[in-house]
């Protein structure tokens, strides 16, 4: 028998002095007896609650499935609010404040007398960035995602998230749905609480939790608005008591194994690149190293095995019904893919949970023998273009343009971008390649979710649908498309990005894992020295910070002075 390591919260409740009085008397006055705070692990519930983020509106009955389990297991839950990254309300990106997001959540952590924390996650950013406070913290700690939307439904036909919405706009500025069609198409797309129901940013991030092993087996896929949602968050408040006394901190889950199976999970979901910088980010504040390169090497030969949009045809919903992500996580296991003995939250093995596993419909999970989509890592591009790397989907891009060598036509920024496509008189056509410049982390800021740029009009209207386009940008999880994001250094560090002139040639080469700029290095050379880097996007406040801190996508994009973790040890006493 080992001794139970002394709680935490202790240090704040079990004191008989003026401190102890201090700490429990402001608390007792919601009605909180004196047993309450006599050797109960205190759970935080985290929560990232707010209207401002509608992914994540369903919150409060979230958290208080999650009080009940805390409350069934004899702890003592209280609840606290953490910044609400809210993707599609935040300009100009909410990927500018997941850092922030993450401070807030470390300091909450840490300062408050706490044993364990339940992370309340939805929207895209809110899952990084609770998970990267948390690993700074490194608390026994367990993930609840909020939860995919049910299925978008229009006049009978399904919606996804995002995917849809371009097709629309198109065809309302084409003329050919009313404004009316229009609106009423938004309400169909989002008809229920929780997040995209594509395979996006937000159900990736809610696999790759799983994947990690840190949240209860299940907690990927079921919508928002399912009962068994309410029931996972119970048990999850159940367990995260029983972690706090096995100790059962999150730096013992989050291990070089947890993060290897997360890339394979990726793979095998065909999951948005984002999760890249943000499996990268999170890795490096818990101190597991990994990089770029593991992301190549252990993506190779795995398939894509659901068909879910963006790049198929189901929704998170019918994911659920054929069996979520256990089934993806037992075919990979089969194939001996994943550490099947990498720890999870439930204090059992990532291949315990899912020797159960069954699928369901095999339309939706595909076997491994019959993949939706073979070999669908995202791949690793370098050379002179991205001497740090960029990345790229292959299951997103077009066969025929993964070997292609073309004229570039470039971009400056964004506003430059939107004007030029919509511009007849561009000179562009099918074969040439995109770029776009000061989209990255310093440059935009915040790294936005721009890289997937729109098809100059001219094209579009020859039948074009796909084009090969270069950025230091990212791409919204819901979005395809030959599409080289991520180009590290980016442009407004002075990447060689900032130096590609319209009409450079630049060859593209997904299996070589290349991306060739055809300027030789001594006119390079002299393109840097003529070169003016563009101003900075703030002089003062969060936004100077992050700028001046950043680092590069191949690093996460978190920033500098946040990488690593100092635990949670008890601070002095505030008065
Ligand atoms: Fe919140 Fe897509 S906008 S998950
Ligand atoms: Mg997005």
Known sequence: MTTKKPLRSQEWFGRQDKMGFYYRSFLKNRGFPQDQFEGRPVIGICNTWSELNPCNSHFRTIAEHVRYGILDAGGFPLEFPVSSLGEVTM????????NLASMDVEEAVRAHPLDGVVLLM?????????LMGAASADLPTIGVSGGPQLRGVYRGKIIGSG???ISMSE??????ITLEEFHEAEAGM?????????????????????????????????????????ELARFSGRRIVEM????????????????ENAIRTLAAIGGSTNAVVHLLAIAGRIGVDLSLDDFDRLGKGVHCLVNLMPSGQFLMEDFYYAGGLPVVLKSLIEQ??????????NGRSIGENVTKAENWNAEV?????????????????RGNLAPNGAVIKPSAASPELMNHTGRAVVFENVEEMHAAVDDDDLDIDASCIMVLKNCGPKGYPGMAEVGNMPLPHKLLQQGVRDMIRISDARMSGTAYGTVVLHVAPEAAAGGPLALVRNGDRITLDVAAGSLHLHVSAEDLAQRRAAWVPPAPAADRGYTKIYIDHVLQADKGADLDFLVGRSGAAVPRDNH
């Open 91 to 98: 300009r100009p990106t909410a990927m500018l404040y997941r």
């Open 122 to 130: 939805g929207c895209d950013k809110t899952t990084p960035a609770l």
């Open 163 to 165: 995917t849809n919405i």
């Open 171 to 176: 065809q309302l500025r084409a003329g050919e």
């Open 190 to 230: 989002n008809r229920s609480s929780g997040h995209c129901m594509t395979m996006g940013t937000a159900s990736t991030m809610a696999s790759m939790v799983e994947a990690l092993g840190v949240s209860l087996p299940g907690n990927a896929a079921i919508p928002a608005v399912d009962a068994r949602r309410n």
């Open 244 to 259: 706090v006394n096995e100790d059962l901190t999150l730096s013992k889950i989050l291990t070089i194994e947890a993060f």
């Open 336 to 345: 001996g893919l994943l550490h099947e003995g990498a720890l999870t939250a």
């Open 365 to 381: 999970i595909t076997p491994f023998a019959e993949p939706f989509k073979p070999d669908a890592g995202i791949a690793i591009l």
